[in-house]
T-cell receptor, first 109, second 116 residues
Framework: LAKTTQPISMDSYEGQEVNITCSHN???????ITWYQQFPSQGPRFIIQ???TKVTNEVASLFIPADRKSSTLSLPRVSLSDTAVYYC??????????FGAGTRLTVKP | GAVVSQHPSWVICKSGTSVKIECRSLDFQATTMFWYRQFPKQSLMLMATSNEGSKATYEQGVEKDKFLINHASLTLSTLTVTSAHPEDSSFYIC????????????FGNGTRLTVT
């Protein structure tokens, strides 16, 4: 069974903020939440990781509520080059690195 | 930053032959590496977890005798697709973790395998 649930696809326009939510109801105490970006015919690329509350880096923010059963990746002012598939991954101590279906984001001009 | 190099980036082979794909962590040591397969428009499917110095752990449904994994050093893991068939054509991606269990994965750029 997939550990995470995300919307299959999202559309946005250049300059808008995009929020992608991931559900992970069975997250374990020691699990971190990590988001990756993948372009066609490339390996995924790390975007951001968090455990609780809010994390921000130069490309994105990650919001995690107190119950940690979901997380939201926020991409500020997207551009056409942000068109990609975004995956959230919830890691556990057993090295269970299975990906969910991901969210295909399409940014339009 | 941590770099994972995967080679070759693409390969075409004839049905019945074997193909080896290399995954190297260039600037860090990786006790554990992961191998994925990805079909067009689909997510990454975990094939196996490769542990340095021990046997790989395969996911259910992945044939260990067909997909041979060797993790002989802390910087190199190899995946050999034996007796390849057209249905093995796919995009194969490796990843490695630098540091603790919860540290992010670093991915190679993938290998496009086409079996004719």
């Amino acid at each position: 069974l997939a550990k995470t649930t995300q919307p299959i696809s999202m559309d946005s326009y250049e300059g808008q903020e995009v929020n992608i939510t991931c559900s992970h109801n069975n997250i374990a105490t020691n699990d971190y939440i990590t988001w990756y970006q993948q372009f066609p015919s490339q390996g995924p690329r790390f975007i951001i990781q968090g455990y609780k509350t809010k994390v921000t880096n130069e490309v994105a923010s990650l919001f995690i509520p107190a119950d940690r059963k979901s997380s939201t990746l926020s991409l500020p002012r997207v551009s056409l080059s942000d068109t990609a598939v975004y995956y959230c991954l919830v890691g556990d101590n057993n090295n269970d690195m299975r990906f969910g279906a991901g969210t295909r984001l399409t940014v339009k001009p | 930053g941590a770099v994972v190099s995967q080679h070759p980036s693409w390969v075409i082979c004839k049905s019945g032959t074997s193909v080896k794909i290399e995954c190297r962590s260039l600037d860090f040591q990786a006790t554990t590496m992961f191998w994925y397969r990805q079909f067009p428009k689909q997510s990454l499917m975990l094939m196996a977890t490769s542990n340095e110095g021990s046997k790989a752990t395969y996911e259910q449904g992945v044939e260990k005798d067909k997909f041979l994994i060797n993790h002989a050093s802390l910087t190199l893991s190899t995946l050999t697709v034996t007796s390849a068939h057209p249905e093995d054509s796919s995009f194969y991606i490796c990843s490695a973790r630098q540091g603790a269990t919860n540290s992010p994965l670093h991915f190679g750029n993938g290998t496009r395998l086409t079996v004719t």
